[in-house]
């Protein structure tokens, strides 16, 4: 097509990942449109979210609403490119947006899935602490 803008890497080691991922401006979190995904978090959210990077989350079930809880991108609909299309413009338009969901991912990641967070409220659940 001609694209400028666009480009697609082969294959990186996941040591590498992160150096992707903190030069782009948003990430993406894609599978397959199917009932199976659902209940699937995806690894990458957790990425993009520890790197203050927001998310296009086309992935429904369990995922899209721990982006949506967090104010931490947007849903896609999986397999739908004019709506992939309409949500890249929206951020291109609104470069606020990026800044701001992106330090909201990181904000609820750190308060909900930070390893110490996690076992403090594993060690209140055992002494029965709500």
């Known amino acids: 097509m001609g ?3 666009v480009v697609f890497f082969d294959p990186v080691p996941k040591a590498e ?8 401006d948003m990430g993406e979190s894609v599978l397959k449109k199917a009932d199976t995904f659902k ?11 520890s790197s203050k990077k927001p998310i296009f989350m086309a992935i429904d079930g369990v995922s899209r609403t721990l982006v949506e809880e967090a104010d931490a991108g947007v849903y896609v609909e999986p397999e739908n490119p004019g709506d992939f299309a309409e949500k ?12 701001f969901q992106g330090n909201n991912g990181y904000k609820y990641a750190i308060d909900n899935y930070d390893r110490k967070v996690l076992a403090q409220k594993y060690i209140n659940y055992i002494r029965g602490i709500k």
Do not use: E
Not at 17 to 24: E, H, P, R
């Open 88 to 99: 890249v413009r929206f951020y291109k338009d609104n470069t606020d947006q990026v800044l």
């Open 39 to 49: 209940t699937v978090y995806s690894n990458k959210t957790f990425d993009y979210m």
């Open 3 to 5: 694209l400028k803008n």
């Open 17 to 24: 990942v992160f150096k992707y991922i903190l030069a782009s």
